[in-house]
């Protein structure tokens, strides 16, 4: 079991590695790079850059606040 957990968290690490490398290269540095470069082909429009965080932000907090209120509403009914 151990070597499972130490497999789901390698792989976990190297994608939040990868995903972070990948937008801090869109956000950064490839502004400064010219845009007829082969390179910008590899990336979504800038727009994207500030409404993927934002929209997986607010799934986020609703998710959280949807899990919060079902476990409040069900350990309520427990004390009933």
Not at 6 to 11: C, D, E, L, S
Not at 12 to 24: D, E, G, K, P, Q
Not at 49 to 60: K, M, R, S
Request: net charge positive.
């Amino acid at each position: 079991m151990e070597l499972a957990d130490r497999a789901v968290g390698f792989i976990l690490a190297s994608i939040s590695v990868t995903i972070f490398t990948y937008y801090t290269f869109w956000v950064i540095i490839l502004p400064f790079v010219d845009k007829d470069h082969f390179v910008h082909n590899y990336f979504l429009p800038q727009e994207y850059a500030i409404l993927l965080p934002v929209y997986a932000g607010v799934t986020l907090i609703c998710f959280l606040s949807f899990f919060i209120g079902h476990v409040m509403l069900k350990s309520k009914k427990k004390k009933t």
